[in-house]
């Protein structure tokens, strides 16, 4: 049987190896979610960059600059890091340079994995699915807030283990705990959420209907990969 583990801070990479696994990237508020929404609605490709400057300078090159620091709109770029920024016809054909605090982050540090894929509540389905006929092992990576935990990721991989439990074998405690988490929390994931740091930070922002969207499973099918360093379908 294959096994699934769950990294839950990128800080924690080290503990694992990577080569023979697919890696589930998550950031559910908001990175990877904005990243599935822009390739449902006809985004060309993402490229997710760690560094802001290197995001920066794509701008010039036929790409739009998107993302944020700290979770808001980074000055000179062309879109901030909510999903709603990515529907309707305003990303179609695009090529997108993204850049933000974690999950792209994240994305750099599953470089080197035999698969990278991008994983939300938004294509739950469609990354179980995908799992569930790889060969691989798989790891999920949480993006965390600055190396520590978060509970949205945490769900995300819970989700995924309770989907998959009958066909995979968990590699350590990790995965256990995430889908008790999310076995308590799935009846309401928003109210569950309510007290978490990064919804009391977005709060703050104001972009409550961000958090509802993102929380909210199989909006879309879509299931973006790495390719080198460039996210396509
Ligand atoms: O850290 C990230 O990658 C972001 O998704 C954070 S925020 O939701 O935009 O604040």
């Not at 696994?21 to 997710?48: K, Q, W, Y």
């Not at 700290?70 to 000055?75: E, I, N, Q, R, S």
């Not at 920024?85 to 994995?113: C, H, L, P, W």
Request: with cysteine; net charge neutral; charged share 25%.
């Amino acid at each position: 049987m294959k096994t699934i583990d769950v990294c839950l801070s990128p800080d924690l990479m080290h503990l694992y190896k990577v080569e023979d696994r697919t890696v589930v990237v998550v950031d559910i508020l908001r990175a990877t979610s904005c990243m599935v929404t822009a390739f449902a609605h006809g985004v060309e490709s993402i490229t997710p960059f760690a560094n802001l400057d290197m995001c920066r300078e794509m701008r010039g090159q036929g790409y739009i600059t998107s993302g944020e620091r700290d979770g808001k709109m980074v000055a000179g770029f062309d879109k901030g890091n909510s999903p709603f920024e990515y529907m309707g016809d305003q990303v179609r054909g695009m090529r997108i340079a993204f850049t933000t605090t974690n999950g792209t982050q994240a994305i750099e540090k599953s470089k080197g994995a035999k698969e990278v894929i991008i994983g939300s509540f938004l294509n739950l389905s469609a990354v179980a699915k995908h799992l569930l006929f790889s060969d691989n092992n798989i790891l999920i990576v949480c993006a965390g807030w600055k190396g520590k935990v978060n509970l949205e990721d945490t769900l995300f991989a819970g989700a995924v283990v309770e989907k998959l439990k009958d066909y995979i074998q968990p590699d350590c405690d990790a995965p256990l705990a995430a889908q008790h988490l999310y076995n308590l929390a799935k009846s309401d994931m928003v109210k569950f959420m309510s007290n978490s740091s990064h919804v009391k930070r977005l709060n703050r922002l104001n972009v409550i209907k961000d958090i509802e969207f993102c929380l909210t499973p199989d909006q879309y099918k879509v299931l973006p990969k790495l390719n080198g360093h460039v996210l396509t379908l």
